[in-house]
């Protein structure tokens, strides 16, 4: 029995460890972010896709199970390749999960019109990944996508709650909603975007829905387990959480302390 795992490009993952953590306290993680090698979102697929495998494969050697990726970029760059590719070479018993399937999955709850914004990294846009699952599962939905370049640096560099953060948060929103007059759903197709959530909403109509990913992959993993005691059995039961990171410890310790409320240290490792 071992930790679930939890991967991120770097801080942002940690929006989602949050609300998994909140809604399964009993089960142990570990959580690694690539901040040394992060931002993922303006990588090539190969560097993406090479980087999170690395990251997996770190994490299977910890002993985990269960792997998520709670990156959109290396969801989207990444995910498909590692479970139908990787996966059946390295252990065929161990799972890797993304976080676009299951935030796909959802829109139905809260679309009327069937028009869906997506705001995301230029990776994760020029992906198309969003795209692709959402058609899969609702065809006849309409998908309009805006990449946000400076949102994740904002968020990096402590400048997300700060007023000069207003001019790209309005550029990009309105970018995206001029594409369409029927959009009623907008989806933060990247981790770190809740934490510029209060300025999205200053620009966004109150009457467009903005969804966060944290508390849906929450109850996404949730029902996973439901559904796979196998893979449930396998998942330790002690309610830690054990955080690693590429690069400063003592910085993404204190990062992490402000992200999940409460004062966590961190381990640097090497990849």
Known sequence: MA??????????????????VNLLPEYDYLYLG???????????FDIVYGYTLQAVKYLFSQGCSLVILACNTASAKA????????????????????????????????????????????????????????????????????????WVPLVEYGEADKPGADYFVQKDVEALLTQSPDIDTIVLACTHY???YDKIRKFVPQHI???????IVAHSTKDYLHRHPEMESKCSKSGTVQL??????????????????????AKHIIL
């Open 194 to 196: 809740p934490h510029l």
């Open 244 to 265: 690693l990171t590429t690069e400063d410890s003592t910085k993404f310790g204190e990062m992490a302390s402000l992200f999940l409320g409460t004062c966590h240290s």
């Open 34 to 44: 690539d901040n040394a090698r992060a931002p993922y979102g303006t990588r090539s």
């Open 209 to 215: 829905q903005v969804i966060c990913q944290g508390d």
């Open 79 to 150: 995910l498909r390749t590692i479970q139908q590719r990787d996966l059946i070479n390295i252990d065929p018993q161990r799972r890797v999960l993304g976080v676009i399937r299951p935030t796909a999955e959802c829109l139905s709850q809260y679309t009327k019109t069937g028009v869906i914004g997506v705001l995301g990294t230029p990776g994760t846009i020029r992906s198309h990944s969003y795209d692709m699952e959402i058609a899969k599962l609702y065809p006849e939905y309409h998908v309009f996508s805006h990449a946000c370049p400076m």
């Open 3 to 20: 930790p679930i795992g939890v991967f991120d490009s770097g801080y942002g993952g940690l929006t989602i460890l949050k609300d998994i």
